[in-house]
């Protein structure tokens, strides 16, 4: 009996010392409930269609007749469902482009979808958008241009409160948004109401972006902030739809040469791209590119194809980032077959791709676990809020999956548990080959998520994942294995 109590007691005294089972430390900046809601949309589409479309320009002068807007068939179901037949998960609408021309029944300007046709000026299409993505089950975001053609007051104090003012409408008829979104470009030459001249704006202190953004946190508290310098989400600085191989979430804005602030419009483009390593926020990428050649549809233009969506999701989603994909609808009102179809095949092939986790039947050790709360079993159950992590101490460890048969994968997923932060700096992956282990994969930055696609297929039976370099203790949500489906 006693034999037993001082064992018994060794252990619990072993337990407390070696092993913790409280949560680590949260390392450097980290996301707020927002934007981790943000995080797990990953995919999501944005939808530019305005009179603009009518007239096959990107940027709508701002003198387009109202007249012209009118699509016959316009169906923002068939829009919402492409986009969910793809993978999307939420789609952001452009309300109001830098033509001015304002999607719904705005108090603010007589440039609206009232003066079109288009069911005789009853309309109001950032319902119908709305309506239909709630349908479905995506969300849904707005972007409302800063920078207005059309607008006779554009560069006047007076145009920043009616700016405002259609931002509160949006925000206020419209349901929970997730996102609202800011582009960059603002001020020059436009209609502005018959001037038809070029209005230059100081872009530092024009739209008064703590006061406007202020209207976004009380009326909307937790949609996402976007524009070139977050302060919710981050452009990843190019139009091209990728984050570099090496990004961090978190970030600094920073005025660019002479400046004193950074605003959108003049962010730190050099680092978008990387983000900065232990950065002031957690201010991860949003990777915007259109589906077809430009934002807006032209006849002449080809979407991408499933492999190439593919690829782009491979280096933004793959890299931490967000993929924010332009969906342009036609003069008809409805997205193209060509757009529906490459949409359907690319969604197809992420359903079909990372609907098989072979990781799930590996069996996983460690060489450090902190604790019965952070077993490996958490790597492969399917839940990023469960994780496994080391001891505060131990700051680089070895996961070794072992299964009973060789599995065949091509891409390898990795995710940190993000709650505490972007913690790990450096890894690689070996595995087992003709009886050697051999390395397939290395990289530093992980986050959110990570998606390796190697050259070609590698069958092993024992594989293991190195993390060399980490902060603090490491954490790590899940481990996937796949074949390119
Ligand atoms: C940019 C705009 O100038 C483009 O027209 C487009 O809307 C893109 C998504 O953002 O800043
Ligand atoms: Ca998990």
């Known amino acids: 009996m006693k034999l037993l109590t001082f064992a018994y007691l060794n252990l619990v005294f072993c337990t407390t010392l070696f092993a913790q089972n409280t949560t680590p430390k949260p390392y450097g900046a980290i996301p707020s409930a927002r934007q981790l809601a943000w ?9 530019h269609f305005t009179p603009t479309t009518f007239e096959d320009k990107e940027w709508g002068y701002g003198d387009a007749d109202p007249l012209k807007f009118n699509p016959r068939e316009f169906n923002a179901e068939q829009i919402v469902l492409a986009a ?9 609408l452009v309300a109001k482009h830098h033509d001015g021309f304002a999607l719904w029944p705005t108090k603010t300007t007589s440039y609206n979808i009232s003066k079109s046709p288009y069911k005789n000026g009853k309309a109001d299409m950032v319902k119908e958008f709305e309506t239909a993505a709630r349908k479905h089950g ?5 972007y409302c241009s800063p920078w207005d053609r059309n607008n006779p007051y554009y560069g006047t104090e007076k145009y920043l409160s009616i700016y ?9 008829n419209y349901g929970p948004l997730f996102m609202s979104w800011h582009d960059g470009a603002n001020g020059g030459d436009g ?29 909307q508290p937790n949609a996402n902030i976007f524009s070139d310098v977050g302060p919710d989400v981050r452009w990843v600085g190019n139009e091209k739809g990728i984050a570099a191989a090496t990004s961090w979430a978190t970030f600094t804005p920073m005025p660019p040469q002479g400046k004193n602030v950074a605003v959108p419009g003049q962010a730190n483009y050099p680092q978008s791209p990387t983000g900065i390593r232990n950065g002031k926020y957690w201010m991860p990428a949003e990777c915007d590119v259109p589906l077809r050649k430009g934002w807006f549809f032209h006849a002449n233009e080809r979407p991408k194809t499933p492999e190439e969506l593919f690829d782009l999701y491979l280096k933004s989603v793959g890299r931490g980032a967000g993929l924010d994909l332009g969906l342009a609808p036609d003069q008809r009102g409805i997205l193209h077959e ?10 197809t092939r992420l359903t079909k791709t990372f609907s098989n986790n072979l990781a799930t039947k590996a069996t996983i050790i460690a060489s450090n676990i902190r604790g019965s709360n ?16 080391t001891n505060d101490d131990v700051k680089s460890a070895t996961i070794s999956l072992s299964f009973k048969t060789p599995i065949t994968f091509d891409i390898i997923s990795l995710q940190e548990y993000i709650p505490l932060g972007q913690r790990i700096e450096q890894y690689h992956i070996e595995a087992m080959i003709d009886g050697k282990w051999q390395q397939i994969a290395q990289g530093e930055s992980i986050g959110a998520k990570r998606l390796i696609k190697l050259d070609k297929p590698v069958s092993s039976r024992l594989i293991r994942v190195k993390i060399n370099k980490c902060p603090a ?7 996937g294995l796949f074949l390119l489906g």
């Open 39 to 47: 995080h797990n949309v990953e995919l999501y589409g944005l939808i």
């Open 84 to 92: 969910k037949a793809g993978g999307l998960r939420a789609i952001i």
């Open 138 to 142: 995506l969300k849904f975001g707005v």
């Open 164 to 172: 405002q003012e259609q931002l509160r409408e949006l925000y206020t």
């Open 191 to 219: 209609y502005y109401g018959g001037a038809k001249e070029n209005r230059a704006i100081d872009n530092t202190t024009y739209y008064d972006w703590k006061n406007t953004w202020e209207i976004t946190r009380k009326l």
């Open 338 to 347: 060509d757009d529906v179809a490459a949409l359907n095949k690319f969604g």
């Open 374 to 389: 952070f077993k490996t079993s958490h790597l492969k159950d399917n839940n990023k809020s469960t994780y496994w992590a």
């Open 473 to 479: 203790a490491i954490t790590l949500s899940e481990i």
